[in-house]
């Protein structure tokens, strides 16, 4: 069993979303506005107002299944999930639905990082991008396709460390000059010694091992980590999102080695002023560190060419940055090609023609 969450309209029943123009939670029924304390003061007075629901997660076999269903709460039509997808919508009535039990105990984000630019902006900003990429296939950017961009929120470790660190080295100082005929060299050699403690904040680790999610997002960094709030369920209302699949254990040699060298190169970039700088011992401790589960946002369009190949276009939902891995079409790379041929074609017959 699965619990699987919508939240409703506290006026008129009806699901609602998140409004990444106004932060606000918006019912498309009566066209209600509520805030998240609004909806969580009310939820707590009529707990049966929200629609939490255990479904019976039809297929529960991991190791024989790409895919978990769930029923949907308001109208029983089968939602079909892989095993990381934390929050959803119905194809069939398009409720908003979060697979809660997905989302708590240690797998219960610390944060998130609301959407800041909503869908209608997210298209316009697409629209405008694929204008100016002449080779794309036209239904690359056609409605259809369009209908297909996704809001998904994507998880992610955040770390914040103190480290201590220490520096010792050989630098030297040269000095050229000459009198007469003669070039003298003079040469100071210096023992160095630095130590000192920094704070690193913010660094930010992929937490999902799907490698073709990896490269959408980690093309739109970096997100505005600082405007992170407190997670609420209501956020992913209306978005889809992925519950972690990288635990922060896994990432540890790799957080340390990059903790590692931001502390050491804090120290070499205090060592100035000399010729030449060679380091003969360096040593960093990880004095604290601070690890947080987030969730971020990314606007997405996918696209299958005739060869089943995946392409995308993502964007930042905070800061919309965008990256891409773009199809193009041959027939139009073709008609391009073809043109400049008769150009050159033409050209040549021309001076052909007055010589």
Known sequence: MADV?????????????FNPSDQKFHCDYCLSIFTVEDIEKFETKNPESVSETQ???????ETTSDVDLFLCPSCGAQIVTDHTTAA?????????????ERLTGAFLPNKVLPFK????AAIADFLTWTQKKHFIPKDFFSEQQIEKMTGVYFPYWVVDAETSGNLTGKGTSLRVWIVGEIEYTETKVYQIFRKGKAKINHLTKNALKKNLQQKMVEGVQPFPINQAVDFHTEYLSGFQAEKRDIEIKELAEQIDHELTEYTEDLLRDTVSGYTTFTPSNQSVDVEKQDNHYMLLPVWLVTYQDASN????YAMNGQTGKVSGVLPISNKRLG??????FAAV???????????
């Open 335 to 340: 008609l391009f090609s073809g043109g400049i």
């Open 5 to 17: 969450l919508t939240h409703h309209c506290p006026n008129c029943g009806g699901p609602l979303t």
């Open 55 to 61: 479904s019976e997660m039809l297929n529960t076999d």
């Open 117 to 120: 630019i909503d869908r209608k």
């Open 88 to 100: 959803t919508y119905c194809y069939f009535c398009h409720n908003p639905v979060v697979l809660s």
């Open 309 to 312: 190949r995946t392409y995308y």
């Open 345 to 355: 074609l033409a050209i040549a017959m021309i001076v052909g023609y007055f010589l």
